[in-house]
């Protein structure tokens, strides 16, 4: 098993930037890739950000290419999530999840979640 916990989360203006972190413990060993999705009120679950567990290769969703960046440090079990220029539409509760088989960009291939950190931009 591996526990996810997100942190970062907050209340921003337009513009503005924030990091979270998400902290994978237990077996991270078995791990191949992490990611970020996120959910706004009333919508489906998206895809943002995936990584893969060595940290070389990245994916990013159309929306967000060029303004969040998802890094691992080596060493550390913990991907972060730079966003920067955020928008309104990038309000929502951002999860980390974590895939014993595959990188990609699809949630079902995704093991293990997080509860998730909560990101409101304001105007």
């Known amino acids: 098993q591996v526990q996810l916990v997100e942190s970062g989360g907050g209340l921003v203006q337009a513009g503005g930037s924030l990091r979270l972190s998400c902290v994978a413990s237990?077996?991270?060993?078995?791990?191949?890739?992490m990611a970020w999705f996120r959910q706004a009120a009333g919508k489906d679950r998206e895809f943002v950000a995936a990584?893969?567990?060595?940290?070389?290769?990245?994916l990013y969703s159309d929306s967000v290419k060029g303004r969040f960046t998802v890094t691992r440090v080596d060493g550390k079990n913990t991907v972060y999530l730079q966003v920067n220029s955020l928008k309104l539409e990038d309000t929502g509760v951002y999860y980390c999840?974590?895939?014993?088989?595959?990188?990609?960009?699809?949630?079902?291939?995704?093991?293990?979640w997080g509860q998730g950190t909560q990101v409101t931009v304001s105007s």
């Open positions: 999840a974590a895939s014993l088989e595959i990188w990609t960009s699809d949630d079902r291939d995704y093991n293990f």
């Open positions: 990584i893969d567990w060595r940290g070389e290769n990245t």
């Open positions: 237990g077996r991270t060993g078995t791990l191949l890739a």
